[in-house]
């Protein structure tokens, strides 16, 4: 009985050694599973650089997604949700990479309205936003309206000055309002639309105290002598181009000065009818063709500028690109050393190559100097165009590769070409950051 009890002892000895031999292996294996952080940084590009949507193809985590312990913080649903959201509040902010021991790389992220931040799967390269991540145009560059001073703030409780458009940016702040004062006038220095609802924004400057500058609502600002368009007195002139999509509008408010005598100003009134001067739509539309395009001379309108009624709001004028006339070339410098970068730095052997269509962005149809709001367009804010330089990979002391990323300098940039001229070589500066 003795021996049996033995036996049963070290039996399940062996047992439960195999047992804790089998969990101990089992822990490691599982520990072993988990990616670790190579790297983490906080990100050195301009923040306008670094606004994302998410796509909604990877969740938010409270650290990288395949590290031991990260949980979730907002479901792909969610962010998909964000992503194809209609309100600017939902874009993100990215403000820290890392990189794992895979070579995976991870953003820390915070949506604008601050409900949302964590750690996303942004693909595989330092710089690009890939993975669960695209990045964000939050404005879109608009036309100037004909007029440009003169204008009045109509609420600035409901409609204030803001640094950037509200929501256009992470933490958007409003301009200090201290020293305005109601009689004040503004000039319009720059248009822009938000991409997500399509809010056309003005950047003013007060004549009477140029330290107040900022971004209005359009709505927010009103013309010298300014008349309300109604369906009473207007005509919307809408331009398309030759693909059929609109390239800008203009809303002619038709003058009493303008009627013939004894005809009435009103809805559905016929033009030919009742204006002084048949042709005056014509001059209208001439007046107001937006930059970059004329009047097309192969499609005209199916009805003649004489036959459109008041209230009209979609009479639609058909324009073909101008072919510029003096283009800009580009060239890459290093904003450390002030060197040119050569082709033979970047991966490829090559410098980002722009379609036809992309390079207009530095060509004109005259020779004048080149605004600074050129380095504004989405293309310096697309990591695939000209938000950054890949360079070629460097083998350091270690043994460990290196891909140096240089990152667009927008600031170095204006400054380069302040005296620029379109034609003038233009220079694009990038910054390295230290490490």
Not at 173 to 193: L, N, R
């Amino acid at each position: 009985m003795i021996l049996s009890l033995k036996k049963s002892f070290y039996f399940g000895l062996a047992v439960a050694s195999m047992i804790a031999a089998t969990g101990f292996a089992t822990s490691n294996a599982s520990a072993k599973s988990y990616a670790r952080i190579t790297s983490n940084q906080v990100m050195q590009t301009a923040p306008q650089n670094r606004n994302v949507t998410t796509n909604g193809t990877n969740a938010l985590y409270t650290k990288a997604g395949t590290l031991r312990g990260a949980r979730i913080i907002a479901s792909k649903y969610t962010l998909q949700r964000y992503g194809s959201s209609k309100q600017s509040s939902q874009y993100f902010r990215a403000y820290r990479v890392a990189t794992t021991n895979r070579g995976a790389v991870y953003y820390k992220v915070v949506s604008f309205n601050g409900v949302y931040r964590g750690w996303i799967y942004g693909g595989r390269v330092n710089g690009t936003f890939a993975g669960g991540l695209n990045p964000a145009n939050t404005m879109a560059n608009a036309n100037l309206p004909l007029q440009k001073t003169g204008y009045t703030l109509t609420n600035t409780k409901k409609y204030t000055l803001w640094v950037d458009p509200k929501w256009s940016q992470y933490k958007a702040k409003q301009v200090d309002m201290s020293s305005y004062s109601p009689s004040d006038t503004f000039t319009i220095t720059d248009a822009a639309t938000k991409t997500r609802e399509q809010y056309l924004y003005y950047k003013v400057t007060d004549n009477n105290n140029s330290a107040i500058v900022g971004w209005v609502y359009s709505g927010g600002v009103a013309a010298p002598n300014s008349q309300q368009a109604t369906k009473d007195n207007s005509v919307k002139v809408t331009y398309v181009n030759p693909a059929g999509q609109s390239v800008g509008d203009y809303t002619w408010i038709i003058q009493k000065t303008d009627l013939k005598a004894g005809a009435t100003l009103t809805n559905g009134a016929k033009l030919g009818d009742i204006l002084q001067k048949a042709t005056q739509l014509t001059d209208i539309i001439s007046k107001h063709v937006p930059t970059g395009f004329k009047l097309s001379a192969t499609q005209i309108p199916t009805n003649q500028p004489t036959e459109v009624t008041v209230g009209a709001d979609n009479y639609l004028v058909h324009v073909d690109p101008v072919t510029p006339n003096f283009q800009s070339p580009v060239a890459y410098y290093l904003t450390n050393t002030g060197q040119q970068i050569s082709p033979s730095q970047l991966v490829g052997n090559s410098y980002p190559i722009l379609t036809d269509a992309q390079m207009t962005i530095f060509s004109s149809q005259t020779q004048g100097t080149v605004p600074a709001k050129v380095f504004d367009n989405a293309l310096f804010s697309d990591p695939n165009k000209l938000s950054s330089l890949t360079g070629v990979p460097v083998t350091n002391a270690d043994g460990t590769i290196t891909t140096p990323v240089y990152y667009f300098n927008k600031q170095s940039t204006i400054a380069a070409n302040s005296e620029a001229k379109y034609g003038d070589t233009l220079k694009l500066y990038y910054t390295l950051p230290q490490r």
